[in-house]
């Protein structure tokens, strides 16, 4: 349905003869439906963007959780060797947190690619002493699964 001042507005434009007027929603709405469409499209690459972005945090949750299936969840890939790694690190600290300052996702139709600051706090279990642990810059490489991203390699 026309708004009143949209219908006023095409009672004022010229008519051609044996030409019927011309229709106010064709002429309203092609530019927004144009707009409407790369909206969309921002849209789902945002969407894609804050999934990656997401799944990073999903990681660094499951590291404060010290729990090695929850690590999985995320990382269902992960070699015996990082499960190891990160049981040993389980095993000699508390309070373990990792946390993530990334840069923009490459991001393609099944695979993300994430560049990341990795910093690292922990405590050890022996003497209740905060570890000093340099901070490393990160690759995550992510594929997509069901619909959900998952990580699945850390270099």
Same mark, same amino acid.
């Given at each position: 349905?026309?708004?009143?001042?949209?219908?006023?507005?095409?009672?004022?434009?010229?008519?051609?003869?044996?030409? $019927? /007027?011309?229709?106010?929603? @064709?002429?309203?709405?092609? %530019?927004? #439906?144009? *707009?409407?469409?790369?909206? !969309?499209?921002? &849209?789902?690459?945002?969407?894609?963007?804050?999934?990656?972005?997401?799944?990073?945090?999903?990681?660094?949750?499951?590291?404060?959780?010290?729990?090695? $299936? /929850?690590?999985?969840?995320? @990382?269902?890939?992960?070699? %015996?060797? #990082?499960? *190891?790694?990160?049981?040993? !690190?389980?095993? &000699?600290?508390?309070?373990?947190?990792?946390?993530?300052?990334?840069?923009?996702?490459?991001?393609?139709?099944?695979?993300?690619?994430?560049?990341?600051?990795?910093?690292?706090?922990?405590?050890?279990?022996?003497?209740?002493?905060?570890?000093?642990?340099?901070?490393?810059? !990160?690759?995550?490489?992510?594929?997509?699964?069901?619909?959900?991203?998952?990580?699945?390699?850390?270099?």
């Amino acid at each position: 349905m026309l708004q009143r001042k949209e219908r006023r507005r095409l009672r004022r434009l010229p008519r051609k003869k044996g030409k $019927a /007027k011309p229709r106010g929603d @064709r002429l309203q709405h092609k %530019p927004a #439906a144009r *707009a409407a469409g790369a909206q !969309v499209l921002i &849209d789902k690459k945002m969407a894609g963007v804050a999934a990656v972005k997401h799944t990073i945090k999903l990681f660094e949750a499951a590291v404060a959780s010290e729990d090695i $299936a /929850k690590i999985k969840s995320v @990382r269902p890939t992960m070699s %015996p060797k #990082a499960q *190891a790694n990160w049981e040993a !690190v389980f095993r &000699d600290y508390k309070d373990v947190t990792v946390s993530e300052e990334c840069g923009e996702p490459k991001i393609g139709a099944d695979k993300a690619e994430l560049s990341c600051k990795q910093s690292v706090k922990a405590t050890t279990k022996k003497d209740n002493k905060a570890v000093p642990w340099p901070t490393a810059q !990160v690759t995550f490489a992510l594929s997509k699964n069901g619909g959900w991203w998952h990580v699945e390699d850390v270099r």
